[in-house]
């Protein structure tokens, strides 16, 4: 398998715009889960999926933030107007079960200026 | 609130040294705890998982122990090589299917 797939990498943008980041977990997997990792925070958990229904969105941080999962094999995290401060690696990790060992995509590097 | 601590922040030690990371939490009542391994600028990396009723689980020159009682993980690394410079993650799950919570993680440098 070719693990958790993130796209892009990369991503600058300047404030006020929409950032959509994408990711694909490894297949079979019903978990899927979006981490946010900031110096000053460390890692945090956004908001995670099981089997494609939003189960905890409690770390979504305000209402700027959405996470779709319109199927199994396919989850979208959306900042709609990106902020400075939204700048961060978003990850997308995912696991075959529940409290199973979950595996991280690469991340994408989000800087907003 | 479930914390997760990590001691030391950083750690530079010779080739060769075997050598031992620290994680505590502060609530016992854990479902599994997962050990990282992060290398600068990269995604996170799966080292070993422990079920709340294991006490420890080894993977090569990796060992991690779990003493839930004291709320304590550590992670054992044998004969330390430069390979092994990276930044070292513990997380725990509090219930069946939910977040990892991570500590602050120690980055850890071994010299040639």
């Known amino acids: 398998d070719a693990g958790v797939i993130q796209s892009p990498r990369h991503e600058v943008t300047e404030m006020g715009q929409e950032v959509t980041l994408r990711c694909k977990p490894i297949?079979?997997?019903?978990?899927l889960f979006w981490y946010r990792q900031t110096m000053m925070r460390g890692l945090e958990l956004l908001i995670y999926f099981n089997n494609n229904v939003p189960i905890d969105d409690s770390g979504m941080p305000e209402d700027r933030f959405s996470a779709k999962m319109p199927n199994a094999s396919f989850s979208t995290l959306k900042i709609q107007p990106s902020e400075p401060r939204d700048s961060a690696v978003y990850f997308c990790?995912?696991?075959?079960?529940?409290?199973?060992?979950?595996?991280f995509g690469p991340g994408t590097r989000l800087t907003v200026t | 609130k479930q914390e997760v601590t990590q001691i030391p922040a950083a750690l530079s030690v010779p080739e060769g040294e075997n050598l031992v990371l620290n994680c505590s939490f502060t609530?016992?009542?854990?479902?599994?705890l997962q050990w990282f391994r992060q290398d600068p600028g990269k995604g996170l990396t799966s080292l070993l998982l422990?079920?709340?009723?294991?006490r420890e689980q080894t993977s090569g020159r990796l060992n991690a122990s779990l003493d839930k009682s004291s709320g304590r993980s550590t992670l054992y690394i044998a004969a330390s090589q430069p390979g092994d410079s990276a930044t070292y993650l513990c997380?725990?799950?509090?219930?069946?299917?939910?977040?990892?919570?991570f500590g602050q993680g120690t980055e850890l440098s071994v010299k040639p």
């Open positions: 990790a995912s696991s075959l079960i529940a409290g199973g060992e979950q595996y």
């Open positions: 609530d016992s009542a854990i479902y599994n």
């Open positions: 297949s079979g997997h019903d978990y």
């Open positions: 422990i079920q709340s009723s294991q």
């Open positions: 997380a725990v799950i509090n219930n069946q299917g939910g977040k990892l919570i």
